[in-house]
């Protein structure tokens, strides 16, 4: 199994590579997927975030309110921990459950927003970072979800600089160009990179 970690910047184009990986064969784990899911409705996970934040994290349906999870729980740092200290494990476990669900031979991309940013880099055999143009991005992000500019530019700056992503990439991507070029950049790396050193790990590392 090779895994892959791949990451970028908002609307940098994580979700549209990882789309085109998955079609290639890749197992795609998407990161933000699993955090949602491990509070769904239902689940212990959100039982126990209104035990620690009260009812008003709630909905009138009954799903986690976002936004108002968001004011409580990163208004102090040991909020912020509180909560890490619920998500963080179920979001490990599952993880951690999906890769052992995949096949030896498999090539494993883990989609993680914040990979550079959560230092998790070791944890892969190559790190594959996405980029884009700023201006692109905004635009994107703007025209695909409605964000507006102002809202891209400061989540921007939050996360990790182009250069911190440059010294954790084994791999760097640019998706500055159309989608088309983007496509054909993901199936060469997947022809001429991926696939090879899939193979090349599995012969290295024969299971008993
Ligand atoms: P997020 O961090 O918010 O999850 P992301 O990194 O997954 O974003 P995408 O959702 O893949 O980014 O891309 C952002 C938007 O830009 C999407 O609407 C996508 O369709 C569009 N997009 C991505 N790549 C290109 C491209 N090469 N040309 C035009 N539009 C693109």
Redesign the pocket.
Known sequence: MLRVGLT?G???????VAARLAELGATVIDADRIAREVVEPGTDGLAEVVETFGEDVLTPEGELDRAALAAKAFADDESRARLNAITHPRIGRRTVELMGQATADAIVVHDV?LLVEGGMGANYHLVLV?DADEDLRVR??GE?RGMDAEDARARIAAQATREQRAAAADVWLD?S???DL?QAQVDALWHERLVPFEANVRRRRPRA
């Not at 908002?10 to 549209?16: L, M, V």
């Open positions: 970028g908002i609307g940098a184009g994580k979700s549209t927003p996405v994107r992000l695909s998706n160009g159309t989608a983007v």
